[in-house]
Every structure is written in C-alpha cells, then in structure tokens.
C-alpha cells in the first residue's frame, strides 16, 4: 500500500485482529473466542492483496515478479529471522531428540509454504500437545502464502479472457461460495482439515477480495458510521463470546462479515471526522502502531508463549503471567519491525531484483541446510529413557478362538499392555489387545462420522465377545478423560458431557457408572468368568523426559527433587479424581467379584505425598500421562498379584 493511500483504519483492525489471538493465548479473560482474529487478518489480506492486483491489473502495470518480489520483503525477513532465534532456542535448550526432530521439520515446511498441511497432520490447534510446538501458529502463514500463488494468476487469466469486471465478481462470488459450502460440510468430518486447509478457508480471504473489487462502501457518512460500528460489535462479539466450538465453517462467518464492514465504513471516514469520539478511540496512536508492528507481533507471540509454558517443565500462563508476555512480545516485536521489516521494506537496495532473487534463494537454501542437519547439542547421560511400546499379542496362544484375558480400552490399556506380556509368558497363558472406545457413552460435540465410530467399537467388542471363549476381560481406560475432556492435570480442560446413549439427559458421573455396569453385564451374559478394572493411573504434570532431562541439565535437579516438581500429589490425585473414584466404589458395591488393580501405590514415593515419575534414567512415563514400558514394568506387581490368584497352576507333587 503506498503512503498516500495508506488506511490507519486498516492498522486498527489489525490491532484488533492480532491484540484477540494474543489475548486468547495469553488466557486473558473475555477473550475465549480470540482465535477469531485470524480470520480477521484473513480478511484483510484478501483485501489488500486483490486491491494490489486489480490496480495494477487496470493500469497495465501488474507483473508477477514484482509482485512476489514485495510478497518476499514482506513476508521473509521476520519470519526468517525469528525461525533462526527460536529454532537456535530449541536446539540449545533441548534434551530429547524428538523436540529437534519437530523444530527441524517445522521450520522445512515453512521455507516451503506448507506448515499448514505439516500441522494438519501433526496436531490439532486447540489440543494441549499444540502447546509444546513453537511454530504452530505460521500455519495461517501458509494458507496466506498459497492464496498468493493461486490469486494473481488467477485475476490475471481472468481479467485476460473476460470482458467485464462483473464477470470477474461472479466468478469470485463462486468460487466464495464453494469455499464456504465445502467447508460447512467437511467440518462435519474433520475439524483439523476445516481448520488448516486452504479450500476450506479460502471464502474467509475471497470475501476480502470481494470487497476490494466491488469497492463498496456506503454513500453517506452515517452508513459509514453504522457498518463501522457493526463491524466492531460482531468482531469483539465473536471475540468475548466464543469458546469451545467448532471452528471454523459457519462460525468464522460473524467475524469476517464484521471485519469487511469494518472496512468497507473505514473509506474516508477517518479524515472526515478526524474529532469524533469514535476516532478518538478507535485511531489512536497505540492501536495504529499495534497494527504496524501487527506481523512481527504475530510471529513472535507464540514462541514466547511456548518457551515460558513448556520450559523446563509446564508450567500454566495464568492472565496476570500472559499480559506480561504480551508486553514482552509486544518489545520484541517492536525490535523485529523497526530493525527487520522496515529496513527490508525501504532500503533501495532490497527492491533491486538482480540483488534480490539471488539472495533469496541462498538463504532459502542456507536455512533448509540448517533445518536438516542441526543436532542437539547434549550428551546421552543427559536422557531419561521413557520407551512407547505397546504389545498386540501377549504369550502363546493355545486354541483358535480362546483368550485366557482381552485387555480392552484406549491407549493407557496400550501402555499397560507391556506389564502383561511378560506375566502372560510367566503363567503360560494367552491374552490380546483390542481398542474400543467406553460403552454407550460418547461425548457431547462428537460429529455423526465420529458417533458412528463409537458404534462401530461396540460392535466389534460384542463380536468378539460373541465368537470367542474368554476367560478373563482387562478395563483400562483414562476415564477422566471422559469425565472432564481434554487435559485437567494441565488445566486444559474442554469440558464437554458424557452423554449416555439411552438417556443424554443424565448427569456425566451417572453416564460414566452407566458405561462401565453396561460392559460387565455385557461380559457375564457373554461367558466372561472375572473381569479387571484398573483404577487411573496418576498424572505427571509435564512431559517427563524431556522435562526431566532439562531439570537434571540446566538446574542440577536430582531424582526427588524431579519427583517432588513433576509428579502429581496424592491429595491432588484424589481430588482430580474424585467423581471417577466414587463411580469405582458403586460399581465394587453391585459388582463384588469385579477385581480391581491400583498401581499407585508402587508409585508413590520415600514420605507417600508425591507419585513417581521417574527412577534413576528411567523415566516411568513416555509423556504426562501414559506409563512408558519401564513404568509398566516397575509396576508389574499390582498385576502380578491378580494373575497368580487367577492363572497360577498348583505345583504338582
């Protein structure tokens, strides 16, 4: 945008837009939709970028090189520069190879404009493991990038073969229109891909476009006035109202409808009233230069966010402790955009295109050499060994269609799993692992697709039962995960009901009761002579090898001293887990033969306050809360206790 065009009305709304996804993350109250402010800056790019072309496109002037080449000032200078501090940051500072394996391939498909599709794959935005990745954010940077390479050539052709600009319009309105419907229909089957995916972000961007190639705005300054403030009211709306939802689709529809009216009011409207109240509050000088330092701001919120949150070991941003790191990132940003940006931008020497694209090239190359060959820097004694195994068939199976046991549940029933195959071996019997989700319950939010996965999973568990003797049925399951959504031990909770199937209106612990005696009765009716619950196991508060590693390395902790900072406490544990305890002990009063196993009490440690993370190198938990295969086996004996009442042989005179 030149200077005599420039817009601080657009400045604002970048404020407003960057300022939600800070606060958002910065756990800032009233900010629970602040995730919107992407969809926001969408808008704005699609606008910008399709005012850019059409102009240039209508005076003949329009060339792909130059326009890549002020996509390239714009965009590489602060990105680069902060993937080379936070990536250096990384490698530094980490103990555990997998965290520079990540960083790594992060930073590769950033250089080529697809960490959207990276992330999509690897994460989902809104789960607490997106906390520990420092470059998630720049996915909205890879569907901006691919928009610009589809967008110009597309105007171009476009222009090029049609007549009229209308024609233009109606094809982008299209095109709008698709975008929208696809991901109306497709975020019925993947939240992660609506989320991530250009196609199905596109129409939030093309509205933009739209916008600037209508050109509309209202005739009258008191239209002005109305769609500016309509604007403002749907986009802080949206932004204060907001919560667990299923972004984006029909729901990021308020929020760019609210931001094209806000620029669309914006025209001119500002040197009209220049004394106005709403002037004076909206374009002030903070929140125009907010917009200006919006991009490195963008960059460098998240990376700060992370490193505080996950170095050494998690820790919660609370709001008083996300405001402060706003306000840092807000510095450093400050110092990206008048030392990075800005130079790049103006300096003459950056326009010349024989000087440019050479160099472009080398530092593109330059950094992806890096991305592949950076180490992390400590040596092995620094590890804790924390082993993800799971094992599918434990011991030697005797007769078709015969199991001395079915271990059964989700991934803890996983991790367990390794405890059990050298017991199955032991007492000479056979046994399997079947994943399926709890009976008759799913939670509340879940998609068709999904609740019909909840009934294949029934279906196949009574198949099983149906066609196979089994004398012994194992229930492991994170059912507080069931109970409270995503992470309570993080304080990443997403609470949504459990919803029993044949009654949605009961209460979640009355749900969770109802699933559990469905499945014993289920198991009695089908033959199962002994059936094993495991009580949950505890929680860690952090990825322990990596953050245990960094506490041994950087702060000289010793083995307690990493127990007492990561493992969850025992009055902690009990209250956390207070709703599934009471719903174990009803089903130990109706159930009495029901066999229940607790490895808690082999973790617990020396004063019996704190359960145990880790034992010497070894570290008891591949994660925060799934017991690695040395976990497993340290508590071995909780098991080994049940099977020998169950499966020993009496020795023989």
Same mark, same amino acid.
């Given at each position: 945008m030149q200077a005599k065009d420039y817009r601080p009305d657009i400045d604002v709304l970048r404020a407003i837009a960057v300022l939600a996804v800070i606060f958002y993350h910065a756990n800032i109250p009233y900010f629970d939709g602040g995730y919107v402010g992407v969809s926001i800056f969408f808008v704005i790019s699609g606008y910008l970028i399709t005012g850019i072309i059409k102009r240039k496109l209508e005076n003949n002037s329009f060339s792909f090189l130059e326009f890549y080449k002020n996509r390239i000032r714009r965009i590489l200078p602060a990105l680069l520069f902060m993937i080379l501090i936070i990536s250096l940051l990384v490698i530094i500072t980490s103990v555990d190879k997998a965290e520079v394996r990540q960083i790594q391939s992060s930073v590769k498909r950033i250089l080529i404009a697809i960490p959207n599709i990276f992330f999509y794959l690897n994460t989902n935005y809104f789960d607490p493991a997106a906390e520990t990745m420092h470059l998630l954010h720049t996915w909205s940077l890879g569907v901006e990038e691919q928009f610009y390479f589809i967008m110009p050539a597309l105007l171009f052709f476009l222009y090029k073969i049609l007549k009229g600009k209308m024609q233009i319009i109606h094809i982008l309105w299209g095109l709008c229109i698709l975008s929208f419907i696809s991901s109306l229909i497709l975020i019925q089957y993947s939240q992660k891909f609506t989320f991530y995916m250009l196609p199905t972000r596109a129409w939030e961007l093309l509205m933009g476009s739209l916008l600037a190639y209508t050109n509309w705005t209202p005739k009258t300054q008191k239209g002005k006035l109305f769609c500016i403030l309509l604007g403002l009211t749907l986009m802080l709306g949206c932004i204060c109202f907001y919560g667990k939802i299923n972004f984006p689709a029909l729901w990021a529809f308020p929020p760019c409808l609210g931001a094209n009216l806000f620029i669309a009011g914006g025209t001119q409207y500002i040197y009209i009233y220049r004394k106005s109240l709403l002037t004076s509050l909206l374009y002030n000088k903070f929140l125009?230069? *907010?917009?200006? /330092?919006?991009?490195?701001?963008?960059?460098?919120?998240? &990376?700060?966010?992370?490193?505080?949150?996950?170095? &050494?070991?998690?820790?919660?941003?609370?709001?008083? *402790?996300?405001?402060?790191?706003?306000?840092?990132?807000?510095? *450093?940003?400050?110092?990206?955009?008048?030392? /990075?940006?800005?130079?790049?931008?103006?300096?003459?020497?950056?326009?010349?295109?024989?000087?440019?694209? &050479?160099?472009?090239?080398?530092?593109?190359?330059?950094?992806?050499?890096?991305?592949?060959?950076?180490?992390?820097?400590?040596?092995?004694?620094?590890?804790?060994?924390?082993?993800?195994?799971?094992?599918?068939?434990?011991?030697?199976?005797?007769?078709?269609?015969?199991?001395?046991?079915?271990?059964?549940?989700?991934?803890?029933?996983?991790?367990?799993?390794?405890?059990?195959? &050298?017991?199955?071996?032991?007492?000479?019997?056979?046994?399997?692992?079947?994943?399926?989700?709890?009976?008759?319950?799913?939670?509340?939010?879940?998609?068709?697709?999904?609740?019909?996965g909840y009934y294949q999973d029934w279906d196949n568990l009574t198949n099983v039962l149906k066609t196979n003797k089994i004398n012994t049925l194992i229930l492991v399951y994170r059912v507080n995960l069931y109970l409270y959504g995503t992470d309570i031990v993080r304080r990443q909770s997403q609470i949504r009901n459990l919803t029993y199937i044949n009654n949605p209106d009961l209460p979640r612990d009355e749900a969770l009761y109802l699933s559990f005696k469905d499945s014993i009765e289920e198991a009695y009716h089908y033959g199962v002579k002994n059936i094993i619950i495991q009580i949950p196991v505890p929680e860690a508060l952090s990825h322990v090898p990596t953050s245990a590693g960094k506490l041994s390395s950087f702060f000289g902790y010793n083995e307690d001293e990493i127990n007492l900072h990561l493992g969850e406490s025992v009055e902690n544990y009990k209250k956390r887990l207070a709703e599934c305890l009471a719903v174990f002990e009803r089903l130990k009063k109706e159930f009495p033969n029901v066999i229940f196993v607790d490895v808690k009490p082999y973790l617990l440690d020396k004063k019996q306050q704190i359960y145990k993370v880790i034992n010497g190198k070894q570290a008891l938990y591949y994660d925060d809360d799934h017991l690695s295969e040395e976990g497993a086996l340290y508590v071995i004996d909780a098991y080994d206790t049940v099977f020998q009442k169950l499966f020993a042989r009496p020795n023989k005179k």
């Amino acid at each position: 945008m030149q200077a005599k065009d420039y817009r601080p009305d657009i400045d604002v709304l970048r404020a407003i837009a960057v300022l939600a996804v800070i606060f958002y993350h910065a756990n800032i109250p009233y900010f629970d939709g602040g995730y919107v402010g992407v969809s926001i800056f969408f808008v704005i790019s699609g606008y910008l970028i399709t005012g850019i072309i059409k102009r240039k496109l209508e005076n003949n002037s329009f060339s792909f090189l130059e326009f890549y080449k002020n996509r390239i000032r714009r965009i590489l200078p602060a990105l680069l520069f902060m993937i080379l501090i936070i990536s250096l940051l990384v490698i530094i500072t980490s103990v555990d190879k997998a965290e520079v394996r990540q960083i790594q391939s992060s930073v590769k498909r950033i250089l080529i404009a697809i960490p959207n599709i990276f992330f999509y794959l690897n994460t989902n935005y809104f789960d607490p493991a997106a906390e520990t990745m420092h470059l998630l954010h720049t996915w909205s940077l890879g569907v901006e990038e691919q928009f610009y390479f589809i967008m110009p050539a597309l105007l171009f052709f476009l222009y090029k073969i049609l007549k009229g600009k209308m024609q233009i319009i109606h094809i982008l309105w299209g095109l709008c229109i698709l975008s929208f419907i696809s991901s109306l229909i497709l975020i019925q089957y993947s939240q992660k891909f609506t989320f991530y995916m250009l196609p199905t972000r596109a129409w939030e961007l093309l509205m933009g476009s739209l916008l600037a190639y209508t050109n509309w705005t209202p005739k009258t300054q008191k239209g002005k006035l109305f769609c500016i403030l309509l604007g403002l009211t749907l986009m802080l709306g949206c932004i204060c109202f907001y919560g667990k939802i299923n972004f984006p689709a029909l729901w990021a529809f308020p929020p760019c409808l609210g931001a094209n009216l806000f620029i669309a009011g914006g025209t001119q409207y500002i040197y009209i009233y220049r004394k106005s109240l709403l002037t004076s509050l909206l374009y002030n000088k903070f929140l125009i230069f *907010i917009g200006l /330092i919006s991009y490195s701001l963008y960059l460098w919120h998240w &990376p700060i966010f992370v490193f505080y949150s996950t170095f &050494p070991s998690h820790k919660v941003i609370t709001p008083s *402790i996300g405001f402060l790191l706003s306000i840092l990132a807000i510095i *450093i940003a400050t110092f990206s955009w008048r030392f /990075i940006e800005k130079p790049v931008r103006q300096n003459p020497h950056f326009k010349n295109r024989k000087l440019l694209w &050479p160099t472009t090239i080398l530092v593109l190359v330059t950094f992806l050499i890096y991305a592949e060959h950076a180490n992390k820097p400590f040596s092995p004694d620094t590890d804790f060994i924390g082993t993800k195994t799971q094992v599918d068939q434990l011991g030697q199976k005797k007769a078709e269609n015969e199991y001395d046991f079915l271990l059964i549940g989700d991934s803890h029933s996983a991790a367990i799993s390794n405890a059990l195959a &050298p017991l199955a071996k032991k007492y000479h019997i056979y046994g399997e692992t079947l994943h399926t989700r709890l009976k008759n319950v799913y939670k509340e939010g879940t998609t068709k697709p999904g609740l019909k996965g909840y009934y294949q999973d029934w279906d196949n568990l009574t198949n099983v039962l149906k066609t196979n003797k089994i004398n012994t049925l194992i229930l492991v399951y994170r059912v507080n995960l069931y109970l409270y959504g995503t992470d309570i031990v993080r304080r990443q909770s997403q609470i949504r009901n459990l919803t029993y199937i044949n009654n949605p209106d009961l209460p979640r612990d009355e749900a969770l009761y109802l699933s559990f005696k469905d499945s014993i009765e289920e198991a009695y009716h089908y033959g199962v002579k002994n059936i094993i619950i495991q009580i949950p196991v505890p929680e860690a508060l952090s990825h322990v090898p990596t953050s245990a590693g960094k506490l041994s390395s950087f702060f000289g902790y010793n083995e307690d001293e990493i127990n007492l900072h990561l493992g969850e406490s025992v009055e902690n544990y009990k209250k956390r887990l207070a709703e599934c305890l009471a719903v174990f002990e009803r089903l130990k009063k109706e159930f009495p033969n029901v066999i229940f196993v607790d490895v808690k009490p082999y973790l617990l440690d020396k004063k019996q306050q704190i359960y145990k993370v880790i034992n010497g190198k070894q570290a008891l938990y591949y994660d925060d809360d799934h017991l690695s295969e040395e976990g497993a086996l340290y508590v071995i004996d909780a098991y080994d206790t049940v099977f020998q009442k169950l499966f020993a042989r009496p020795n023989k005179k």
